[in-house]
């Protein structure tokens, strides 16, 4: 057993030396999952879930500034979500142009004496004058969209200009009313009461209702850090199955075993090199999600509040993923053939298991489908800590099934290697 | 070369010195699809301290041979015993004992020449001083001890099987086997590793080494067993089975076509036995041929085309493998 576990510290060291020689594989390990994750949490970023801390940059050019165009820009200063910037004879012209530059995503326009138009339209209604003799059309308040703006954020800006354009309209036509009542009325008149004070309704909360653990989706970062890690994972296994048929083909393999060198050895001395090459692609994710995106303009990952879940989840995917190249090695009979099938099988339980596409705007089917994918028991774990603050207990059964496959590829792997043709 | 073992004592009852080297009986072995048998009912034993040759054309089954010996195929049928051990149910005690070095070179080529012989001695078991004091052995005795820090993948052919050989030798093993070591190789490489054969066999190893080249066998093996088509056609000392073809024939080249009328002469002569005519070839068989040489010479000189010539007495292990596989008529 001592004589063996220096053979495996040797050979550990030798598959170590030629992982490190072949620099282009490297790079390409580490700076793949990067750059995706880089890349994809800062163009996806509006395409996820609630970002609390997402704001849009909206323009209003306000031409008017009486009540109409006060009453617009102040409910957009109100808005959390928005940042607002005010301009006050910008042409559309020029609101499209910095529309297009990216420098809006959202153009209110206000039209040059909106509130006059406004309030003639008004005192036409309140005479009562038919609507066909009516001099005075309705206000256009114009609106302009980024098209990359989520549709449902769009609806939520317009949503809250309708909303502000009613209140507008509310308080005019009272203000219109009361005057109408002192005039009518006289010293009898008091004032109408305080409409604030009179809701009708209580202001509306949403609660959220979901299966299981539930809680809020994930955002841009949430999703694709640990995504791209997992899948970043499970394509070490084409070097990995690659390496040991070489192994093989080179003969070293046939050496080893005239040498009777037990098959763990030879199996461990190549997983070994491979987890700590994993370990590192989940850190580097990581940090560049938690310190470099925010420089870059996209939200910060919470990594929450629970490391030894996350070491777990990095263990346990790695192991999965070590296992299942090793397996393919062991069953795939030239290198073309390994490379080939776990890179296809890599992109197809990626596809499934919600690392390509997330699980949220999945059909319901193939969400149920995703459970056959390792790489989905992987994310659900990393998401159970990202987004619902899960522990060490929380990830346990993703853990665990991600650590059975693993033993049961290198079991079968096992059995093969010692079948002797 | 010097021979000092410590980093594993042979255990007593490890090898049986009165053991031959290698005893296989009715060894047989078919792959799944293959239409016959690679090996068909081999029977043989190889004697301790020799040079055994493994003699046969490519496709005899020579590999398949080696690959049993070193437990990295079953046989389908018989029985292989190293040292007194089996090689299927005692191959921990084998292990010390035999060094395999395969057909192809089995090296890692990222590595360099010294990390791939420091490996394969720990992989044997070795370690700490002995190990490094093997590994330097090992490179003087492949002469590399320039290139022992050149990845291999920059080696050229001859340096990857000199390189190939001696990790089979790093634990120092009591019995070799070689599978076709010179095959492509060139002259320098082919010569260094004849050389260090003929020392270690001194030094008192066995070795068991396959090739297709006959003159590598006459050359380097005391004994040869030739198969062909995964039966042995006959094992023997060289000597001996050159003596079978020594009487038989001699063979003369022309600088161009003698007539048939020659051969008809040549026939007549006492002791010749048959005169087979190839082009330019004449194959001359007899009884006596010490006799019949000089009326041969005599006829042939008076009728015949000039003699570009002759050879006499010196018969190869390819005429008696031809010979014996029935393959004859053919002069070469
Ligand atoms: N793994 C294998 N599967 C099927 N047939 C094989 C295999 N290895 C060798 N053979 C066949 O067995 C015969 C002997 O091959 P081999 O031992 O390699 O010959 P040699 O080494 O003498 O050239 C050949 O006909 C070869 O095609
Ligand atoms: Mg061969």
Redesign the interface.
Known sequence: MKGNLAKLRASIVKDARILLRDRQALILFFTMPVLFVLILSLSLRDVFGDRPGATFPVLVVAQDRQEVGQGIIDTFRNNPHVRLSLDEDASEAEARQWLIDGQYRFVVLVPAGATEQAKRRLGEVMADVPVELRLERPVEVRVLADPSLRSDYRKVLEGSLDLALHGIEMKLGREQLEQTLRVTQGTHFSGLPDFDQARLFLPVHGETVTKGVGGPTPTSVQQNAPAWTLLAMFFLTVPLSVSFIKEREQGSLFRLQTMTVPPWVVLGGKAVPYFVINQIQMISVLAVSVYVLPLLGGDPLGLGNAPLALVLMGASASLAAIGFGIAVAVFARTTEQAAGFSSATVMIMGALGGILVPKAVMLPIMQDLAVISPLSWGLDGFLDIFVRGGGLADVLPEALALLAFSAFCHAIAIARYRRRG | MTQHRCASPAQPGDTDARAPAIELLGLSKS?PGGRAPALDGIDLVVPRGGIFGILGPNGAGKTTLM?IL?????PSAGSVRIAGHDVLTE??HI?HI?G?V?Q????????TAR?NL???G????L?GAYLDSRVQACLELAEMTGEADQ?VEQFSGGYKRRLNMV?GLMHEPEILILDEPTVAIDPHSRALIHHRLRELNAAGITILISTHYMEEAELLCSDVAIIDHGRLIVQGSVPELLARRRDEAIELQFFSEPDGALAQALQAIPGVRQVELAGCRMRISSDRPELAIAPIMQRVQADGPTLRSLVYGRASLEQVFLSLTGDRGELR
């Open positions: 792959f690959s070193g437990g990295l195929i079953l191959s921990r292990r035999l395999l395969p192809e070179p089995a090296i890692y080529p990222t590595l990390e420091d490996f394969f720990r992989m044997q078991g370690s990845r990790i």
